[in-house]
Structures are given as structure tokens and as C-alpha cells.
């Protein structure tokens, strides 16, 4: 079994800073690609950012320039740096990553979600 727990949400005021955290524990054998995703009220769930298990790094337009993913892939772990907040990026974040479990098995796993909300 795999779980992947966030940490780091809550309440900041526009300008400021947040850093998300995303540890994966369980029967892990490998994880590819590790992702961000947030979900607004009334919207649609959108790719944030994500980083290959090599590195490489593609972001969303709207948050280039302002919030940064990392992992140690020591401690199975993910990190979205969030910069220069806006009351547009308030909305649950969620972690997710492709994971294998061994035997040639590949699996997606979700996050439960951690709320970031961008106010004064």
C-alpha cells in the first residue's frame, strides 16, 4: 500500500510565501513522474507543475516564474516552492505521482488534498 500525505497549506496574504511538502511511504519501489495539482471552487482540477524522476520540470502558465518543484528522491518527497502568492491561486493542492510497487506494476496515486487560501 501506498499513501502520499501533504503538508504545508493554510492562510497567507497576497505577496507572501508557502511551501507545500509531499511525502510518498508504503511499498515504493520506484517513482517517475511527481505532480501538483490544485483544484479552485467552481473549476475544473488543473496541472500545476510536475518533475520527472530525471529532473526536468514543466510548469502552468499562470504560476511560471513564482513557484518552483522540487523532490529528494532520498526521503520520497515532493516540494512546490509558492512565490509572490495571488488570491487566484487560493485552492486544495493535491500531490500525485506515478509509482511502482515492483513486479512490473505501475500505479497513480492521489494525495487527499491541502488547502492554500490567499487573503487579506
Known amino acids: 500500500q501506498v499513501q502520499l500525505v501533504e503538508s504545508g497549506g493554510g492562510l497567507v496574504q497576497p505577496g507572501g510565501s508557502l511551501r507545500l511538502s509531499c511525502a510518498a511511504s508504503g511499498s515504493i519501489y520506484r517513482i517517475y513522474v511527481m505532480n501538483w495539482y490544485r483544484q479552485a471552487p467552481g473549476k475544473q482540477r488543473e496541472l500545476v507543475a510536475h518533475?520527472?524522476?530525471?529532473?526536468?520540470?514543466n510548469y502552468v502558465d499562470s504560476v511560471k516564474g513564482r513557484f518552483t518543484i522540487s523532490r529528494d528522491n532520498a526521503k520520497n518527497t515532493v516540494y512546490l516552492q509558492m512565490n509572490s502568492l495571488k488570491p487566484e491561486d487560493t485552492a486544495v493542492y493535491y500531490c500525485?505521482?506515478?509509482?511502482?510497487?515492483?513486479?512490473?506494476?505501475?500505479?497513480?496515486?492521489w494525495g487527499q488534498g491541502t488547502q492554500v487560501t490567499v487573503s487579506s
Open positions: 518533475i520527472t524522476d530525471g529532473g526536468s520540470t
Open positions: 500525485n505521482a506515478d509509482i511502482s510497487v515492483g513486479g512490473g506494476y505501475l500505479y497513480n496515486y
